[in-house]
């Protein structure tokens, strides 16, 4: 499983603005990020980028809309992570 | 239409009966709250003080026009028209380099906010998600590599300079963005007189229904 505590910091790093996003550090893990922080576009993609490259994972359209779904969350987030890692990922989830 | 730029320090934070009832039932808190409290704050200044509420996919509406609003650092953006659909993104400069960083990966150049606020605000008249610009499962292969574009990004997303905007091709129709640069921001917008109706394949299709639905029960809680 994906260390939340680690998903956490790439959020922060993610954003534009350190302080604002800082309640992503301790919101609880199914906290809809949205509600907490201001979740914008370039930090979604930010995060996707981080995520690739920390994780050596390709994250796709209907990775990142399923995991979007309802509001995104650090779980959903860390499953979709888990899923596209080269052990556990389908054709065309891992690189 | 009309696009007005708003720093947050000139803005108040009065809000409706019906927009505080919306705020509480949407749980935002801290920063989010600020954020969407100075959107509305920005709205009431051209609109005055009537009801700005929130579709279930997060666009903005109101009783009579259609409306967009966008907010980065110490600005807030309100675009709006008398009908069909219009989209408004402000960028702020500070976030030049993430913007780039992103762009890059998606394999879009040029000046990394405009080009930003200009795909932002495609993605906001088309009503299409941020995933929208990542590549499909389809064209993924076994190592992960994107077979339909080339080394880096999807490729199929660009924001082409044409006289005072750009053109934005590949989030479903082509979208015709007029943008300019503010004094610490990048500001797209767009408006079209008739929505465009879009064929969408099954998936999408799928994905629209199921939005439909989340707004049907966002609005019968509001209701």
């Given amino acids: 499983m994906v260390d939340i505590a680690e998903l956490r910091q790439l959020i922060v790093e993610a954003a534009p603005d350190r302080a604002q996003a800082e309640p992503a550090l301790t919101c609880a893990e199914d906290e809809q990020l949205d509600g907490v922080i201001p979740f914008s576009s370039v930090i979604v993609l930010g995060v996707v980028v981080a995520v690739e490259d920390t994780y050596r994972i390709r994250v796709t359209k209907q990775m990142l809309q399923s995991a979007l779904a309802g509001g995104a969350t650090l779980r959903k987030l860390a499953v979709m992570i888990d899923q596209a890692r080269p052990d556990k990922a389908g054709a065309g989830g891992a690189r | 239409m009309r696009v007005d730029v708003f720093t947050r320090a000139e803005l108040d934070d009065a809000l409706t009966a019906a927009e505080l009832r919306e705020l509480h039932l949407l749980g935002y808190q801290g920063p989010r709250a600020d954020e969407w409290v100075a959107a509305r704050a920005a709205a009431h200044r051209v609109l005055g003080l009537v009801d700005v509420l929130t579709e279930a996919d997060g666009a903005p509406r109101v009783a009579n026009g259609v409306l967009s609003l966008s ?153």
């Fill in chain 2, 71 to 223: 907010h980065d650092g110490h600005w807030v953006a309100v675009a709006l028209a008398p009908s069909g659909r219009v989209a408004v993104d402000l960028c702020a400069r500070t976030n030049r380099e993430r913007c780039a960083k992103v762009l890059h990966r998606l394999g879009v150049y040029g000046d990394p906010c405009m080009s930003w606020a200009g795909l932002e605000c495609a993605l906001k008249l088309r009503r299409r998600g941020v995933w929208t610009l990542l590549p499909d499962s389809s064209s993924i292969d076994s190592r992960g590599e994107n077979v339909a574009a080339g080394q880096h990004g999807l490729g199929a997303v660009s924001v082409e300079p044409r006289g005072a905007g750009a053109i934005v091709r590949g989030i479903g129709d082509d979208v015709a963005v007029s943008w300019r640069s503010g004094d610490g921001y990048a500001l797209a917008w767009a408006h079209e007189t008739a929505i465009v109706v879009e064929r969408k394949p099954a998936i999408k299709a799928a994905a629209r229904s199921a939005a439909l639905r989340g707004a049907r029960a966002h609005r019968a809680r509001l209701g």
